[in-house]
């Protein structure tokens, strides 16, 4: 018989059971946890999973690897903190950043890049505070799925030169087509040939094997190996400060579209994991991601978002405890503040990562279509169609426009042209009495 939860006054969490599993059909709820040891591994288990996505976006960006995983740990546990410690999340790099950041490096420099995240970070957080005090239904409303999931696909779609040619000066799979096939075949090979959580880290496996064959081969940058040996093993990582662009402010602002939906998606699937109504956090999901991204912003990190390789965690494990990921985010700080291990993820070569990304962002744009299948977007209706539609081909052509001193690139223009051409054809219809509801005839299929 399961022992009645224990607690101590200075745990904010009662102990599930005996502390030592979880039985058949039970879940540990956020404000539970196991035994400490425990805890500890399942704490560790969630910086290897967000480990393999974290790392990668700023070796894309060219961020300081060390200083985004120190941002990601230190934005966790604010957000455990910003939600009352009732909602289990990892905040690591948020892909949706990568191409809009890429942009504005171009333009003004890192500086300006992290200004622009930093806005967004704002922003996001503003949307918390909204959400906080009047509710969740407008996001629905703003956003639906249709919206939703072409938003996500022309990102993913927007970022496929980048995984073939790098920034342009070819360090994606151009540069080493043999090691990013290898790469990518490990990964794929670790996803059917391992079960469960090895499974989850095939991003990671693959981008360990595809660094051994650089090895073997002489293909690591020997620039960054000398770097790895001089690297101490204690110290702070390499912090930049912001600089504040309108044209940057502009290609990043329109992330925050993405991180709304990924924030309510995460609050929805824990919610129905853990069988607890978390409407009333939503606001402080996107609060605390909005200050997360803040902070990472301003010291040279990466934007932040929920991560869902750590719903796949929860779920594998069925231990929701929140208490496991102060562990995670605890240690993702320690690792931040050993320069040896960011030096080390700065020798991965061109080829690790033009394999990994084709894989990556592939995922990215198929998620988008996953969004659309599970919520049931009806494409007979054209205005669902056109939304798509349009929006999916300016993102993934890069659809570019200028305007004095600002440049509007395809994620941003992709994802206007999704909310006006939804709101506005929707609005029409209503007017003219031509919704699908009401035509004699069904609207003929392409």
């Known amino acids: ?48 999973a967000m480990f393999g996505a974290t790392f990668t976006v700023p070796l894309i960006t060219g961020f300081p690897p060390a200083t985004t995983l120190l941002f990601s740990g230190l934005g966790t546990l604010l957000f455990l903190l910003i939600t009352g410690n009732r909602l289990p999340s ?16 171009t333009d003004g420099g890192i500086g300006a890049a992290l200004g622009g995240i930093v806005v967004a970070g704002v922003a996001l957080a503003i949307v918390g505070v909204v959400v906080q005090v009047a509710g969740s239904r407008w ?15 022309l990102i993913g779609l927007n970022l496929a030169p980048v995984a073939w040619d790098g920034d342009g000066s ?7 087509p043999l090691i990013a096939v290898v790469t990518l075949v490990a990964i794929l090979l670790t996803t059917v040939l391992f079960r469960g959580f090895v499974a989850r880290l095939s991003i990671l496996i693959g981008v360990v094997v595809g660094w051994v064959l650089a090895a073997l081969t002489g293909n690591l ?47 929805k699937a824990v919610a129905a994991m853990t069988g607890r109504n978390l409407d009333r956090d939503m606001g402080r999901a996107l609060l605390g991601d909005g200050v997360a991204t803040v902070l990472a912003g301003s010291g040279g990190g990466s934007g932040t978002t929920t991560y869902a390789e750590n719903i796949g965690v929860m779920a ?35 080829g690790v990562l033009g394999g990994a990304t084709t894989a990556l962002y592939g995922l990215i744009a198929i998620l988008g279509a996953r969004i659309w299948i599970e919520s049931r977007v009806d494409f007979h209706d054209p205005i669902n169609l056109f939304t798509a539609a349009v929006a999916v081909i300016i993102g993934a052509a890069n659809y570019t426009l200028t305007a004095g001193d600002l440049s509007f690139n395809g994620i941003a223009l992709g994802t206007a042209a999704a909310l006006v051409i939804y709101h506005g054809m929707r609005l029409i219809a209503r007017l003219r009495g031509t ?12």
Request: glycine share 8%; with cysteine.
């Open 1 to 48: 018989m399961t022992q009645s939860p224990t607690s101590s006054r200075w745990s904010p969490w009662t102990v599930h059971g005996d502390g030592r599993q979880v039985r058949p059909g039970d879940v540990v709820q956020p404000d539970e946890r196991l035994s400490w040891p425990r805890t500890v591994g399942v704490g560790v288990q969630h910086v290897v």
């Open 90 to 105: 990892y905040l690591g790099s948020s892909f949706a950043f990568i191409a809009p950041v890429l942009a504005a490096k």
């Open 139 to 153: 996001i629905d409303a703003l956003m639906p799925p249709v919206v939703t999931g072409a938003i996500v696909m």
């Open 170 to 176: 070819g360090t994606g799979v151009k540069a080493q």
């Open 221 to 267: 940058d020997q620039q960054a190996v000398s770097g790895l040996r001089q690297a101490a093993w204690v110290g702070f990582p390499e912090f930049h400060t912001p600089s504040f662009d309108a044209r940057a402010v502009v290609l990043v602002i329109p992330v925050i579209l993405v991180l709304i939906a990924e924030n309510a998606g995460h609050v």
């Open 316 to 350: 594998a494990t069925r231990v929701y405890s929140t208490a496991a990921y102060w562990v995670a985010g605890g240690t993702a700080i320690l690792l931040g503040l050993c320069p040896k291990f960011g030096a080390l993820i700065l020798t991965v070569p061109a």
């Open 435 to 446: 919704t699908p509801e009401s035509r004699q005839s069904p609207t003929p299929e392409l």
